[in-house]
């Protein structure tokens, strides 16, 4: 009997172990996802209509990379600041993580940013593109794909600037991301 006891609270110490008290990012994806004060999206990467465009070989391989992608947004509100700024706190605390790799980081006239990566260096599997204005609020987008490597990232925005998608298809995001 005591055998069993002792091997059952063996047991339940390492399933506590192995259990992280961080947050993962998926996990405030799903989280969030139905909260008002955020939009969120799946897409899949054939929304874009990159593969429609004229592409040299290297963005092509950018482009098959894709499967999706994960928009999550906060809209920013009088009545919502603090709940912003909480917000805000936690999405940073979790990309201080040690598996994201910092690409690099983003300071436009539309707000400040990171650009992150997870997974190995020449097969990355998700991008991580945080962005936040201290006026409209903050974005996140996850991009999933399949072994994309850095030089992905570069032709895959190269690509963008080439086509002519305008958004429309992102709707409420689409118009919170425009400005």
Known sequence: MKRNVLGL?????????????????????VDNSENPDFIALDLPA?????DQMELNASQKEAVNSLRKFNLLA??????????????????KEILKG???VEL????????????????????IDEVIIYGDNRDKGFALVRVLGKNMNPAHI????QALQKSDYNGDELGE???????
């Open 173 to 179: 995001i689409g118009r919170f991301l425009k400005g």
């Open 74 to 91: 906060f809209k920013k509100t009088a009545e919502n600041v603090s709940t912003y700024k909480a917000e805000k706190a936690k999405v």
């Open 98 to 100: 040690d598996d994201f």
């Open 104 to 123: 690099m980081k983003i300071n436009t006239e539309y707000g400040k940013g990171v650009v992150k990566y997870l997974g190995e260096e020449d097969a």
């Open 154 to 157: 570069v032709q895959l925005m």
């Open 9 to 29: 609270l063996l047991l339940v110490a390492i399933v506590l172990a192995g259990c992280s008290s961080q947050q993962s990012l998926q996990e405030y994806y």
């Open 46 to 50: 054939s929304i874009m209509k990159i």
